[in-house]
């Protein structure tokens, strides 16, 4: 079986408008199916500078134009923006936060990519909820984002002090709504210790 040029290829993802490509998708687009061939060429394609590896078996295609809560989105799934990413594009914190923050149902981690941190919360996964897609990227609703930082504050992996945050962008009945909906008591205390229910 003949080989592909990396540079066919490099055409090929290109002609099909791809940000990134896993070994399935590439196994797909060569109609290869023997694995070490298609991980030879992911290889290949990396050390031409094609592809850029984001973590094993996730490359993104370099040069392509893609937001960052894109790639966050990309990096781990099932995942979405939450916590102080969220609440900083809600406004809800005034603060630039250079690590991109991901609620997921997958293990807790941390993915360093072109010097910038993607930090994924482990959440139980029944509260994996209350999230929508904008333009493309899945983020929690404001409510939700703000819930799930006081529930990991509540499980003492984030500071619990939310005196400078600006809540008057929140829905209140929303808030209590999806609150209602968290069956954890360290949480429940700690959102009647800060009179936000």
């Not at 490099?10 to 694995?35: D, E, H, M, V, W």
């Not at 298609?38 to 850029?52: F, G, I």
Request: charged share 20%; hydrophobic share 40%; aromatic share 12%.
């Amino acid at each position: 079986m003949t080989s592909i040029s990396a540079l066919a290829i490099q055409q090929k993802i290109k002609a099909l408008n791809l940000r990134f490509i896993t070994p399935p998708l590439l196994a797909s687009l060569l109609n290869r199916t023997n694995r070490n061939t298609v991980y030879k060429t992911l290889q290949r394609l990396e050390k031409y500078q094609v592809l850029t590896r984001l973590k094993k078996g996730q490359y993104l295609v370099t040069g392509a134009d893609v937001p960052e809560f894109v790639i966050a989105n990309f990096i781990v799934k099932p995942s979405y923006i939450s916590l102080e990413s969220a609440l900083a594009h809600y406004g809800v914190i005034a603060q630039f936060t250079y690590t991109i923050t991901s609620a997921t149902t997958q293990r807790a981690q941390k993915i360093i990519y072109e010097k910038r941190e993607f930090e994924y919360s482990k959440i139980n996964p029944r509260f994996f909820w209350g999230y929508e897609k904008q333009k493309s990227v899945m983020i929690a609703r404001p409510e939700k984002a703000c819930l799930d930082y006081l529930y990991l504050a509540a499980k003492g992996l984030r500071n619990s002090d939310i005196n400078e945050w600006d809540l008057t962008s929140l829905n209140k009945n929303q808030f209590k709504s999806y609150a209602a909906k968290i069956n954890f008591a360290p949480l429940q205390k700690l959102l009647i210790n800060k009179k936000l229910l």
